[in-house]
């Protein structure tokens, strides 16, 4: 499974980015998927994940209500729409993915993902 992730890059603080994850080595349409970050000398931490059978998402506090996650499965791609950025959401930002269903309590968890993305970096100016 490979995921590759794009649409990273330098944004003047309450600009927008647009990231994509495209997957390929299998379909996701069942899986539950997930955007993580980390910040130079942080810990990886939650950002968002989707449900694969409602289609229904939990996102961090730090990002609700200025992050939106979606997929296309008919794409097999995972897009995390960022507006009103934020300095501190600096960071590199992984997709993830799980062969199978997370239950809700465990979709902030790094541990609960399968398969992983390298990573786009994302840097937001003051």
């Known amino acids: 499974v490979q995921l590759q992730a794009s649409g990273g890059g330098l944004v003047q603080a309450g600009g927008s980015l647009k990231l994509s994850c495209v997957v390929s080595g299998r379909t996701i349409s069942s899986d539950n998927m997930g955007w993580f970050r980390q910040a130079a000398g942080k810990e990886r931490e939650f950002v968002a994940a989707i449900d694969p059978w409602n289609g229904s998402t939990r996102y961090a506090d730090s990002v609700k209500g200025r992050f939106t996650m979606s997929r296309d499965n008919a794409k097999n791609t995972l897009y995390l729409q960022m507006a009103s950025l934020k300095p501190g959401d600096t960071a590199i930002y992984y997709c993830?993915?799980?062969?199978?269903?997370?239950?809700?309590?465990?979709?902030?968890?790094?541990?609960?993902?399968?398969?992983w993305g390298q990573g786009t970096q994302v840097t937001v100016s003051s």
């Open positions: 993830a993915g799980r062969n199978g269903r997370i239950v809700t309590s465990a979709m902030n968890q790094a541990e609960s993902y399968d398969y």
